[in-house]
């Protein structure tokens, strides 16, 4: 690792954030949905006249909550602090940004955030201790805290990809911070929110399945079918709404970043960013599933249902999840924050003054005095380049450019550099900001690494690292 | 007229003249058994709806394809310019790998469940055919895109049948319609693998189905030695199939899943001058015997270790198929504990050959 710009072999530093951030999703989702799921399933509990029934429901939603409180007290809030400390490294520019123009909302989130803790870890503890309503009012705080962080959330979310022109009119001289509720309530933020929403409570009944699929059929049958039938109608508003929600999300989204949702529906090739159609279908797929398994296994026939069925209607909703996220993170290419900063962290109005007096005099995060071309290229490439390409692993250099010799490579950074209205790479890359001695740079060091030295007549003189 | 009354008058018309309550009616009082090993039964069917999903995606690319000279171009245009060309051609690809891998499992369940027992050695013997032909669909479907990679896979491919004396030639030249793989190879492949093999393929799995619902489900060993009124079963229908539905479903996500994630590219055209390019290995489920061959010619170099790998591989194929008659019922005794132990040595030698194979190519 060479800190402050972070290299991750194979891998690269892109999917480390998205392998935390899809796990933490996955977990804090449930957190917002399952927070409302808890205080509801209790409140329907204490109504039930059948004494026996009631007892049983409420040892179910106490054993529930255990569950509750370790997966998300523990594995939702590690990993929340993981994506900060793997943004911070792979996207320090965006992640300034964020934190400058939403440090207000930060803290909100913050306090939320330990309301959240608190609250549920009070529910918890006090089954059978307090009074019921008293408890009652604890699960319900929580939910309201757990609600008010994604209600925040998904306003920095949201602004990332659709910052809204207002903002954009401010950012960069310093007053981005006066326009925060616009940016806040940027056009995809009510899409969004709803669509979260849904998915949250389509996820809380996901993982009550998995509690209440373990229920004794043949000594609790009262139970175990109206626990699963009352999980599995928390999916019921989300399959409903979620069709109109996503074409509502995808109209708010503006027309270049809508054109990425189509690029694959008539090729695989290699470099042609066909991903996002690619799990836009295994989204449609998943969700059809999720939707065929709960009704007809689980509500229709809540006694057969068994924890394997129920496992593997979570690991469908799971794969669901991460698909929608990454597809929401790929949407937003070229940029990390739409129309204002790169996915490589360069900002778009400083892409002439790159242009004029070069990429390495101008970046704060990699330096290279070098007199080796090759060593400087390394520099621009790790900077320019390295947030979304490695060399061997996730869209790889080596196999992209395979095939291409020093002058074709030289011809494909310059077209990248020129960025033309009508180049393929533009609706979906960031240009290659640099002088023509930074392009001379970045294609002699991509020689060599796809042209082995023995063929260039090249050898490597040092890597650059400070 | 309500809609309830015109679907129960359509559902008697159809009744009367097909006889659809008594299908019914059998398919209720059938049933499934119902213990540990319950898992293994739904094989079968997940091979079944792999085959079905193939159907569908091969006549789809047979509205495209073109075999011969055209062969490469027409695969590009539809993986790389038509719209969810390059799904459905993944699709095609995938579904066929994973019924190979879902067929096997099947197969060695059967094996190990002794399913293979009085009365259903025909049902044993008929899907190891449905094996062998699919394997050959899996071979014939390879060479069809004519890219670098599947050129010279069928090319070294075509190589093992010349090392059978005498006949041997004759039967290679007679796939490759000629002395070396060319369009007339893919004319030849192509009408294999989109009519010989399904006309060979269809009636022997109708009968094999047919096998399965005259016997129904077998109950392994550990099973029958229980008393009866220990034995649970569930009802075929709706229990077992709804469950049978629910694991298409799942196989219809993890397909979905890899086609999408991994969909299916296209190499170079393929330039018979051109050297072989590094790497060329047969696809996953014939690389276990590639590498015994490979390995058995390391101690027995030239025609003599070919022969010898392919007669000790075609030998040890006729004992597995006809372990039937070896280990014939549950009174066999020794013979059913030694058909047991061939069939862990053939998951040994076949994940192990396989993984050294892949190695050794890396």
Redo the contacts between chains.
């Keep these: 690792m060479n800190y402050p710009f972070w290299e991750i072999p194979f891998l690269g530093s892109g999917w480390v954030i998205g392998i935390i951030a899809i796990f933490h999703v996955m977990i804090s989702q449930f957190a917002v949905g399952g927070g409302l799921y808890l205080p509801m399933a209790e409140r329907k509990a204490m109504r039930i006249a059948d004494p026996d029934l009631r007892a049983a429901w409420m040892k179910q939603i106490a054993s529930h909550s255990k569950f509750f409180l370790i997966l998300t007290g523990v594995f939702g809030t590690v990993s929340g602090v993981g994506i900060w400390f793997a943004i911070g490294l792979t996207h320090p520019e965006a992640t300034s940004t964020l934190i400058h123009n939403f440090v207000f909302g930060w803290a909100m989130e913050w306090v939320f955030f330990l309301v959240e803790l608190t609250t549920v870890a009070v529910y918890y503890y006090t089954w059978d201790r307090i009074d019921e309503k008293l408890h009652l009012k604890v699960g319900w705080v929580y939910a309201g805290a757990s609600a008010a962080t994604l209600i925040i959330i998904n306003g920095i979310l949201a602004f990332m990809l659709t910052p809204g022109d207002t903002w954009l009119a401010v950012a960069g001289t310093g007053h981005e911070a006066s326009k925060f509720w616009t940016a806040f309530f940027n056009p995809t933020y009510w899409p969004s929110l709803l669509l979260r929403t849904c998915v949250c409570c389509s996820l809380a009944g996901v993982w009550a399945l998995i509690t209440s699929s373990q229920s004794d059929s043949d000594k609790q049958p009262a139970l175990k079918t109206s626990t699963v039938q009352w999980s599995v109608r928390w999916l019921v508003p989300s399959f409903v709404a979620i069709p109109f929600l996503m074409i509502w999300y995808y109209m708010m989204v503006p027309s270049s970043q809508q054109a990425l949702l189509t690029l694959g529906?008539?090729?695989?090739?290699?470099g042609t960013f066909?991903i996002v159609t690619?799990?836009a279908?295994?989204i449609i797929?998943?969700s059809a599933?999720i939707v065929?398994?709960a009704y007809?296994?689980a509500y229709r026939?809540p006694l057969?249902f068994n924890l394997s069925?129920a496992m593997?209607v979570l690991l469908?909703a799971l794969?669901a999840t991460g698909a929608g996220e990454y597809s929401r993170e790929m949407l937003r290419k070229p940029y990390v924050i739409g129309h204002w900063m790169y996915s490589n962290g360069v900002r778009v109005p400083n892409v002439e003054r790159i242009n004029r007096e070069g990429y390495l005099a101008n970046s704060e995060w990699v330096w290279n005095n070098s007199a080796s071309s090759y060593s400087r290229g390394e520099a621009i490439f790790r900077g320019e380049c390295g947030s979304c390409h490695t060399m061997d692993g996730y869209r790889p250099m080596r196999q992209l450019l395979s095939g291409r010799d020093r002058v074709n490579i030289g011809a494909m950074v310059t077209m990248l550099h020129d960025n033309k209205l009508d180049s393929p790479y533009r609706r979906f890359m960031p240009p290659m900001a640099g002088t023509q001695q930074d392009i001379n740079d970045l294609t002699d060091f991509l020689n060599v690494k796809v042209n082995p030295p023995a063929s260039s007549g090249q050898v490597p003189v040092q890597t650059a690292q400070k | 007229m309500t809609s309830k009354t015109i679907t129960s008058n359509v559902y008697d018309w159809v009744d009367e003249r097909l006889g659809l309550s008594e299908i019914a009616a059998f398919a209720r009082h059938k049933s499934v058994p119902v213990h540990a090993q319950s898992f293994w039964y739904y094989w079968g069917g997940i091979s079944l709806f792999l085959f079905l999903v193939q159907c569908f995606t091969g006549v789809l690319l047979l509205v495209y394809y073109r075999p011969g000279a055209d062969a490469f171009e027409s695969v590009r245009q539809i993986t790389f310019v038509m719209h969810f060309g390059w799904l459905i051609r993944s699709a095609h690809s995938w579904s066929a790998n994973l019924m190979i891998f879902a067929i096997l499992v099947h197969m060695f369940s059967v094996f190990f469940m002794k399913a293979y027992r009085k009365p259903r050695e025909f049902g044993w013997l008929s899907g190891m055919a449905l094996l062998g032909i699919a394997s050959v669909f899996g071979f014939s479907g390879y060479l069809l895109p004519m890219d670098e990679l599947s050129y010279f896979a069928t090319k070294v491919g075509l190589e093992i049948p010349m090392a059978i004396p005498w006949i041997g030639p004759i039967i290679a030249n007679m796939l490759r319609g000629g002395p070396e793989v060319s369009e007339f190879t893919v004319q030849r492949f192509f009408a294999l693998h989109v009519v010989v093999l399904p006309a060979l393929f269809l009636p022997l799995l109708g009968f094999h189905l047919w096998l399965v619902q005259r016997h129904g489900n077998a109950l392994p060993p550990s099973e029958e030695a229980k008393p009866a009124r220990e034995c649970k079963s569930m009802p075929f229908m709706p229990n077992f199939l709804r469950k049978d539905l629910a694991m298409w479903l799942i196989s219809l996500n993890i397909l979905a899943l890899l086609a999408s994630v991994f969909p299916w590219s296209l190499g170079k055209q393929y330039d018979a001058l051109a050297p072989a390019p590094m790497g060329i290995h047969p696809e996953w489920y014939f690389m276990s015997p590639f590498e015994m061959l490979k390995i058995l010619g390391a101690f027995l170099p030239g025609a003599i270790g070919e022969i010898t790998g392919i007669l000790l591989f075609t030998l040890g194929i006729v004992l597995w198929i006809l372990i039937p008659f070896y280990d014939a019922n549950k009174e066999s005794g020794k013979r059913a504990r030694i058909a047991h132990y061939f069939g862990l040595l053939a998951i040994v030698a076949l994940l192990s050959t396989t993984l050294i194979g892949y190695w050794t190519i890396r």
């Design positions: 529906i008539d090729t695989i090739n290699a066909s690619r799990m279908l295994v797929v998943t599933t065929g398994v007809y296994l026939n057969d069925h593997a469908l794969i």
